[in-house]
């Protein structure tokens, strides 16, 4: 069997993350709190590791540099909106649902760039070699960073 490539992994991190923000809509008080919560776990570390590792890469291509450039941008967008939503809490006028949503909407807008646009320029001159290759440095990077955020959560609670 072939070995994933970036694109594979990156696609199926997309779609847990668009589920989670449809269960997000549903929800209320407390368990949209703790939706957001797991919604963060997915979406932060990717986010980091894409600019660790992926994006890196594909800045390196003429072709794809103008694209990836801008994910960097919605990368600071979508973190701004999520420290506003983290200094807030789910309340009853309806602020911090009508902030969700358009987070919901900024990253649904950036994933269909990435998957419609950067990655089909980084397809043309990436090998497919080199495609397995960011999967698994991808991976690792992403892992690490999820054992990071642990860590600190750990230290917090101490
Ligand atoms: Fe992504
Ligand atoms: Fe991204």
Known sequence: MAKPQIYDV???EHEEVSELFHQLEEAKGAEALELFARLKQKLVPHARAEEAVVYPRFLEEQNAADITREGIEEHKQVDNLIAELDAMTPDNDGVWKAKVKVLADMV???VDEE????FPLAKQVVSDREAEQLAEDYARERDSFIEDIRADQRDAAE
């Open 10 to 12: 990156l696609h199926r």
């Open 108 to 110: 649904g807008h950036h």
């Open 115 to 118: 998957e419609g646009e950067m």
